[in-house]
């Protein structure tokens, strides 16, 4: 039984980054932007996270810090993409190894490239009272960070911005058809602009989260394809928030099954249980691809005639 | 009546190109008013500028005596101006009335989407324009989608309107269902900007028209009702004289080249497409297929050119059965095929000319052998097809995406014609080019057939269709409904079939 | 070319100069502010270290050369596949992978002759690239699924097989404990051909296929194919082509160039494989080599020269100034891709071609234009006509 509750416990905590960053994907895919660089913002946000506790001694200041840096670095692709109009996926690319040779440099600056890693102020566990004491239920949903309740609560908030509210409408209208939203005065731009910047500051707090939750140090290079999964999992849920939270479960419980698995210590070698969420990315790629709710203006610039 | 909106001396340069020259163009309230001229005159331009889209170079723009700056759509609205464009702007993924709010400025944060489907569904009775508010936009019927942008336009309480060719794709009968929406605006006190190239539809509902003629007014402002002459109206459209016949002899039709039989097609959301479809193509004629666009024309040339897989039924080239055949193997059989939408389908801007001239048969002889490309062979065989159809490019190395559309067209037109195909599939090969450049391309065609190719072609152009075909197909709904000698067409019998009435007893309503 | 003038052949020469130029001044201004920024060094020193690690002499050129070699081949795996209508986000994945198979075939049949060896561990290098390409592209057109996030996840999936297989059956029994190959036999290696120099045999290999990327795409119907299905895949159906044919050729082929790559890299320079083989990002790195050589083939040699110099310099010039990291080079890598995708931003004016007449054009092929690669001027031109 312990298995059980601690398999879904660690479902859900796993998949908490993975909703959270894929949360601010499906604005920005939404409004027609395919944002590869996810996985690059994730990463400057867990460094930022990791500075900003250390300087402040406080994990919430450090993530309010990485957010801030993850969308000034968010607003680069944003500038790329919707005001030079250049290819979104090279632009991601080229965000993704901005990140990397960023954070890497900025990393070994500060903390030096071999010694062991700071101490941080990180997020601890929250209990929620009586609660949590409900057995089987209690540890499984109410025994978390705080950043876990807070993702899970913005799945509904996010579906009923997204289909309920105008800002939504013109979010999900400047993804289909670009010269329609221009021709009723709705500045397509702008719009993109701010979903991608949205998107930057979850990532960032996605980013932070695994840096300054799930371990409490960073390391190069540790999203290690988080922000891709991220983006996959806007596919797998068919680009609505309620989708994107199923998605993420099944890439968490992926991740968790792999712990699990691990831990059983099997004759399977660890890094064939390693390549396991990345082949469940892959498997659920395949399986929706051909029927999903794509923007047709995704991926391209609108260019006013 | 007073003047509403008045546009003076208006200049838009796209970089060297005028497509307004001191243009100026005046409106009256409460008239309908035409602004006519052919593709390119720079009408649309000019209809762009006063909703806002594109901004003049020079020139200043009043409305209701006020000189105003426009620098968006939603300026324009605001003052008043309201546009339905050639191409819908619609959102084919969200509800009639999603698209009906969308940039509305009166939204609250939070839609409230049943106070605006009421409000919606007043408006569209009192012009009895039925449609769904909740019905996805992709559900709709071209003609309803209109109805919608009509709609979403007097949602915003707009006072006038303009219409970009806004009969282009509707059926004569949704033609008269459009001018009486018009006549009730106008009974409202609202002003029309009705735009389009013809003349007969001018006559109908307009009361004044502005020509214009290569970016530049030829006529400002003429009363309809004291024209008499269409061809006066003509002549300032197009600057010369028409011969608005292509030369053609009667046809002298051989042996069976195209022969389809109950062709039947249904696409992967399920609906049935083409219905029983049964006709064929002899050496020496040309069969013209019409209809309103979106009635399976489309889908049918896909099927016939393997591009898509025919559900059942049995298409024959030469005799020999090519039903199910990949494009490539039914391309080999002999067909050239001219497709609907030159820069989707028919060539490759980004390439140079030999390259487009390559790319049908890139794979045979003597363009190729054993997987090498024989560029200097397709070097000289470019200059000449260059050559032989008259296009007009610096060299056979420019890309063909800097050739004017005309010429881009008679590239297609030439490589098409060049393969000594048995059978040629024309789709709208006129469609989107200057007078010249259609009638060059028609007399093509025209000769091709007179040399023993079938040719079959689409149009949604009546003139096209009441001119060059010898026999005419009329398809509506995915079922072909009559098949008529070029001689037994009338344009309005056509348009009945058009608009899916076969028979004046049994009337149906499209 | 025929109908150009010596003015419009010269002005064309610029054209295609003035923007990776542009990028790459633009890519050091900023590059110098990270440095300012993370150290005490002057930009001026830390890039002046770094130039004379890339150019600075004969040894220096030596080993940009050597490191120029494998972003070649990543180069051309994107250059070739970009060409095809795809994103190959995977040439790291498939650079690894066919340093693997070259490792299998190179360390597992001693005593075969050079003149055997050699030849089926290079192939054994681009199979294994190729292979890992050929799912990609089943996949996409199988399914319909976007080759990006799938060639991403195989790059992880590539890391771990190596993993694997350096812990396991590849792991070297004489060292048990260290997670590495055992060396490559004599016979399947490459070797030094200049006297005094460290350069090897894999540059001549490199130019050999530089050669046949051209020759392929521009003198064979099935490059032609590629390139027309690259630029407008319905133009290519209409033509007959087959665009899933295409599509997994491209992929095949476009891994075959990466995974020969990752082979050279073990053979020549490497000796083995190790975990470690893989430091620098040599499948991202060829993006950018790619695109600012703007997926031509000589401008793919040249820009891997320039990178190859980046890599080699950039390490001289963390040792040299002791506290620049040398991976402020990716960061100007980066900075490259960036600015060359987005090199709209550099153009003098708007530039509007001439059109003899104003026909409508559609609307939809001319943004389509806009984000091509290789005419950088056409979207400019988008707001002509009605």
Redesign the interface.
């Given at each position: 039984m312990n298995e059980v509750v601690s398999f879904f416990s660690t479902t859900i905590r796993l998949a908490a980054p993975t909703l959270l960053a894929a949360l601010g994907i499906v604005f920005s895919e939404r409004a027609g932007i395919?944002n590869?660089g996810t996985e690059g913002m994730m990463l400057v946000g867990a460094l930022a996270g990791v500075i900003g506790s250390y300087v402040t001694g406080s994990a919430w200041l450090g993530m309010l810090i990485a957010v801030f840096v993850t969308v000034l670095f968010s607003a680069?692709f944003a500038y790329?993409t919707v005001v030079?109009?250049?290819?979104q996926?090279?632009?991601g690319?080229?965000?993704?190894?901005?990140?990397?040779?960023?954070t890497?440099?900025?990393n070994?600056?500060l903390f030096g490239?071999s010694t062991s890693p700071p101490e941080i102020d990180s997020f601890g566990i929250v209990a929620i009272p009586g609660l949590s004491s409900i057995p089987i239920i209690g540890p499984i949903f109410f025994n978390h960070h705080i950043i876990v309740y807070l993702t899970f609560i913005l799945v509904p908030i996010a579906q009923f911005v997204m289909f309920?509210?105008?800002?939504g409408?013109?979010v999900?209208?400047v993804g289909?058809?670009p010269?329609?939203?221009?021709?009723?005065?709705?500045r397509v731009g702008l719009t993109r602009f701010l979903s991608i910047l949205y998107s930057g500051v979850l990532a960032g707090m996605a980013g932070s989260f695994i840096s300054m939750g799930m371990v409490s140090f960073f390391t190069e290079g540790m999203i290690?394809?988080g922000g891709?999964i991220a983006?996959?999992a806007v596919?797998f849920g068919n680009y609505t928030p309620r989708g994107v939270m199923l998605s993420s479960l099944v890439f968490g419980a992926s991740n968790s099954l792999m712990y699990r698995l691990q831990a059983l210590a099997t004759n399977i070698?660890s890094?064939?249980l390693?390549?396991i969420p990345?082949?469940i990315?892959?498997i659920s790629?395949?399986?929706v691809?051909?029927k999903s709710?794509k923007?047709?203006g995704s991926g391209?610039?609108?260019?006013?005639? | 009546m007073t003047t509403i909106l008045e546009m003076r001396n208006i200049t838009k340069r796209f970089g060297s190109v005028v497509a307004n020259d001191d243009v100026s163009f005046s409106v009256r309230k409460g008239e309908v008013h035409a602004l006519l001229g052919e593709n390119g005159a720079g009408k649309s331009t000019l209809m762009?500028i006063l909703?806002g889209?594109?901004e003049q170079t020079s020139g200043e723009i009043l409305y209701k005596g006020e000189t105003v700056n426009i620098r968006?759509?939603?300026d324009a609205?605001n003052l008043g101006i309201g546009?339905v464009?050639q191409h819908f702007?619609?959102?084919?993924?969200?509800s009639a009335i999603?698209n009906v709010?969308?940039?509305?400025?009166g939204?609250?944060?939070?839609?409230d989407l049943k106070g605006a489907a009421q409000r919606f569904t007043e408006m569209a009775e009192r012009y009895h324009m039925n449609i769904d508010p909740w019905e996805l936009v992709s559900n709709l019927s071209v003609g309803q989608q209109q109805r919608l942008e009509i709609l979403?336009a007097l949602y915003r309480d707009v006072e006038t309107l303009i219409l970009d060719e806004p009969t282009a794709v509707l059926t004569p009968q949704e033609v008269d269902g459009l001018f009486e929406v018009i006549r009730q605006l106008i009974a409202e006190g609202k002003t029309v900007v009705f735009i389009s190239h013809k003349l007969p539809e001018i006559r109908e509902i307009c009361d004044r028209c502005t020509i214009l003629r290569r970016g530049k007014v030829t006529a400002a402002g003429l009363e309809i009702s004291e024209i008499k002459d269409l061809n006066e109206l003509a002549r300032l459209m197009v600057g010369h004289e028409v011969e608005l016949v292509t030369e053609k002899t009667l046809s002298e039709p051989g042996d069976v080249v195209l022969n389809v039989e109950n062709l039947n097609y249904t696409n992967d959301k399920g609906i049935h497409v083409l219905k029983d479809v049964s006709f064929d193509v002899r050496a020496g004629e040309i069969v013209g297929i019409c209809g309103v666009d979106g009635n399976g024309q489309s889908e049918l040339i896909k099927c016939l050119t393997g591009l898509l897989p025919a559900t059942s039924g049995k298409i024959e080239l030469m005799g020999n059965d090519i039903t199910g055949s990949s494009p490539k193997e039914i391309l080999k059989q002999g067909i050239g095929h001219i497709p609907e939408d030159r820069h989707a389908m028919g060539m490759v801007g980004q390439m140079n000319l030999r390259e487009n001239i390559a790319m049908v048969d890139g794979h045979d002889e003597p363009y190729s052998s054993h997987g090498f490309m024989h560029w200097k062979w397709i070097d000289d065989f470019s200059r000449k097809l260059v050559a032989k159809f008259s296009v007009k490019t610096p060299s056979i190395m420019e890309k063909a995406i800097n050739l004017s559309g005309g010429n881009q067209q008679k590239l297609v037109v030439g490589r098409e014609l060049s393969r000594e195909a048995n059978l040629l599939i024309a789709v709208h090969p006129s469609r989107g080019l200057d007078i010249g450049a259609t009638k060059y391309i028609q007399s093509q065609i025209v000769e091709a057939r007179d040399r023993g190719v079938a040719v079959l072609m689409v149009s949604t152009e009546l003139d096209e269709i009441l001119e060059i075909p010898d026999r005419v197909l009329v398809i509506y709904s995915g079922r072909i409904l009559a098949c008529l000698d070029q001689c037994d067409c009338t344009r309005s019998g056509l348009g009945l079939l058009m608009a899916g009435i076969e028979d004046d007893s049994e009337e149906q309503t499209a | 070319m025929e109908g150009l003038s010596i003015k419009q052949r010269f002005q064309e020469t610029l054209k295609s100069v003035y923007f990776p130029f542009v990028a790459i001044v633009v890519s050091l201004l900023f590059g110098s502010v990270?440095i300012l920024?993370?150290?005490s060094t002057s930009p001026l020193t830390a890039y002046g270290h770094m130039l004379k690690g890339a150019f600075g002499s004969i040894a220096a050129f030596d080993s940009t050369l050597i490191k120029a070699i494998p972003l070649i081949f990543t180069a051309l795996s994107f250059s070739l596949a970009r060409r095809s209508g795809i994103?190959n986000?995977g040439a790291e994945g498939q650079f690894m992978m066919g340093a693997l198979a070259a490792t299998a075939v190179g360390v597992a049949t001693p005593n075969l002759p050079a003149i055997i060896h050699l030849p089926a561990t290079l192939l054994a290098g681009f199979l294994g690239g190729a292979l890992f390409g050929l799912i990609t592209g089943v996949?996409k057109v199988?399914?319909?699924?976007?080759e990006?996030?799938?060639t991403?996840?195989?790059?992880?999936?590539a890391k771990?097989?190596i993993?694997?297989f350096v812990?396991?059956p590849l792991m070297d029994s004489a060292s048990s404990s260290y997670p590495q190959s055992a060396p490559m036999e004599p016979s399947a290696r490459l070797y030094k051909f200049i006297p005094g120099l460290n350069v090897h045999t894999g540059l001549l290999i490199a130019l050999a296929f530089i050669f046949l990327y051209y020759f392929f795409l521009w003198k064979t119907t099935a490059g032609f194919d590629m390139r027309v299905v690259g630029f407008n895949p319905s133009a290519g159906a209409y033509a007959g082509m087959s665009i899933g044919r295409s599509t997994i050729l491209a992929l095949f082929l476009a891994g075959g160039l990466a995974g020969l790559g990752g082979c050279i890299e073990i053979i020549a320079v490497q000796g083995r494989l190790m975990m470690t083989s893989f430091a620098v990002?040599y499948g991202?790195?060829g993006?950018?080599v790619a695109?600012l050589g703007n997926l031509n083939p000589l401008g793919v040699l040249f820009s891997g020269i320039l990178f190859g110099g980046l890599s080699a310099g950039a390490l001289r010039m963390e040792v040299m100034t002791r506290?620049v990291?040398s991976?402020?080079?990716?960061?100007?890598?980066?900075?490259i891709?960036?600015f060359i995708?987005?090199?709209?931003?550099f153009a003098f004016k708007r530039r509007y071609r001439y059109r003899p007449s104003s026909e409508k054009r559609k609307?939809k092929t001319?943004?389509?234009d806009?984000?091509e690669?290789e005419s950088p001027t056409v979207?400019a031109t988008?707001?002509e006509g009605e």
């Open positions: 395919v590869i680069i790329f030079v109009k250049a290819d996926t090279v632009i690319t080229g965000m993704n190894l901005l990140a990397s040779g960023l890497i440099t900025v070994r600056a490239a309920r509210t105008n800002i409408l013109k999900r209208s289909e058809n010269k329609a939203c221009d021709t009723v005065g709705i290690a394809g891709f983006l996959a596919v070698p890094q064939f390693l390549m990345y082949v990315t892959i790629l395949c399986i691809s051909r709710n923007p047709l391209k610039p609108y260019i006013k005639e | 762009n909703f889209l594109y968006s759509p939603r609205i546009m464009h702007m619609l959102i084919p993924a969200h999603e709010v969308l940039g509305y400025e939204n609250a944060a939070v839609l979403k | 990270v920024a993370t150290s994103i986000l996949l199988k399914f319909g699924a976007s990006l996030i799938i991403i996840m195989l790059n992880y999936i771990e097989l993993s694997y812990n396991g990002p991202f790195t993006i950018a695109l506290d990291s991976s402020v080079a990716v960061v100007i890598q980066a900075l891709i960036l995708a987005g090199r709209q931003m609307g001319v943004v389509d806009a984000t690669d979207q988008a707001g």
